[in-house]
T-cell receptor
Framework: DVKVTQSSRYLVKRTGEKVFLECVQD?????MFWYRQDPGLGLRLIYF???????EKGDIPEGYSVSREKKERFSLILESASTNQTSMYLC???????????????FGPGTRLLVL | AQKITQTQPGMFVQEKEAVTLDCTYD???????LFWYKQPSSGEMIFLIY??????QNATEGRYSLNFQKARKSANLVISASQLGDSAMYFC?????????????FGKGTRLSVIA
């Protein structure tokens, strides 16, 4: 069974803290994505990675960075958390190249982050 | 660039009735895929159904069917015989099909409530 896991389901942090959200997939997928979900706005892409040590900015990268040191792990970093980063964060992965053309992205369970 | 529009923020349907969730899209790509996801209150994204732009027949998966009208750029989800467990957020998404490297673009979602 395919699996994408995220390190926390719920997280409470203080303004200014450095926050790490971890995502791990066990499907040997090349591509991994971080989305942010807010009511009325749907899912918006923050960053994605199509290979180890590679990253691409999505639609809303400001205030975030990412790290992909191993194929199975993709980390989202909030260098200095702010209250407007309170949100639901979803990680996803998919097979790369033409193999993933007609495939769905596989999602993790999400992390609900509250920044106080 | 791709864009997904879901014009219904919320919908109500009586149990056992059918319901149609609207989705229109805009893209300059000739080959693309359309996806529908369900997100219950627990937060996980559940893949429901896929339609490729060159697929000759409309996709069906159990009680879910996709009413694909390419000329109108619409990909509406039809849920037949609604059940209480269908109450959730529903997202329409798309991406080009030339590789799995391209991220999904999501609509803002429709919240479906099934009434007993």
């Amino acid at each position: 069974d395919v699996k994408v896991t995220q390190s926390s389901r719920y997280l409470v942090k203080r303004t200014g803290e450095k926050v790490f959200l971890e995502c791990v997939q066990d499907m040997d997928h090349e591509n991994m994505f971080w989305y942010r979900q807010d009511p009325g706005l749907g899912l918006r892409l923050i960053y994605f990675s199509y290979d180890v040590k590679m990253k691409e900015k999505g639609d809303i990268p400001e205030g975030y960075s990412v790290s992909r040191e191993k194929k199975e792990r993709f980390s989202l970093i909030l260098e200095s958390a702010s209250t407007n980063q309170t949100s639901m964060y979803l990680c996803a992965s998919i097979k790369g190249g033409t193999g993933g053309r007609r495939e769905t992205q596989y999602f993790g369970p999400g992390t609900r982050l509250l920044v106080l | 660039a791709q864009k997904i529009t879901q014009t219904q923020p919320g919908m109500f349907v009586q149990e056992k009735e059918a319901v149609t969730l609207d989705c229109t899209y805009d893209t300059s790509d000739q080959s693309y895929g359309l996806f529908w996801y369900k997100q219950p209150s627990s937060g996980e994204m559940i893949f429901l159904i896929y339609q490729g732009s060159y697929d000759e027949q409309n996709a069906t998966e159990g009680r879910y069917s996709l009413n694909f009208q390419k000329a109108r750029k619409s990909a509406n989800l039809v849920i037949s015989a609604s059940q209480l467990g269908d109450s959730a957020m529903y997202f329409c998404a798309m991406r080009p099909l030339w590789s799995g490297n391209t991220p999904l673009v999501f609509g803002k979602g429709t919240r479906l409530s099934v009434i007993a």
